[in-house]
């Protein structure tokens, strides 16, 4: 059993910063990809940033030069630094990781989510 569990959601002015986390738990064997997506109402989730376990990143237009995003490999953890947010910023953010297990001598690889955190950048 493996578990995405975000935090760091809020409440912030526009032009204020979130640092947004999410810890990955459980039968780990191995930790590649994660991500960062955002939704909101009546939307489709989309990617905001990723990141590959040797530390490539890449970034949605709207977010480059404001958000950063990082990992902890020893930690199992996943950060998003969001700098200068502007209203449009405001949704339900979700992590994201491709996460190998190993059960029974057999390597499985899956795609796990988070449970969602949400940001509002309002005045």
């Known amino acids: 059993q493996v578990q995405l569990v975000e935090s760091g959601g809020g409440l912030v002015q526009p032009g204020g910063s979130l640092r947004l986390s999410c810890a990955a738990s459980g039968n780990i064997f191995s930790v590649y990809a994660m991500g960062w997506y955002r939704q909101v109402p009546g939307k489709q989730r989309d990617l905001v940033a990723a990141?590959?376990?040797?530390?490539?990143?890449n970034y949605a237009d709207s977010v480059k030069g404001r958000f950063t995003i990082s990992r902890d490999n020893a930690k199992n953890t996943l950060y998003l630094q969001m700098n200068s947010l502007k209203p449009e910023d405001t949704a339900v953010y979700y992590c994201?990781?491709?996460?190998?297990?190993?059960?029974?001598?057999?390597?499985?690889?899956?795609?796990?989510w988070g449970q969602g955190t949400q940001v509002t950048v309002s005045s």
């Open positions: 990141i590959t376990s040797g530390g490539s990143t």
């Open positions: 994201n990781a491709r996460i190998s297990t190993v059960l029974a001598g057999v390597r499985t690889y899956d795609d796990y």
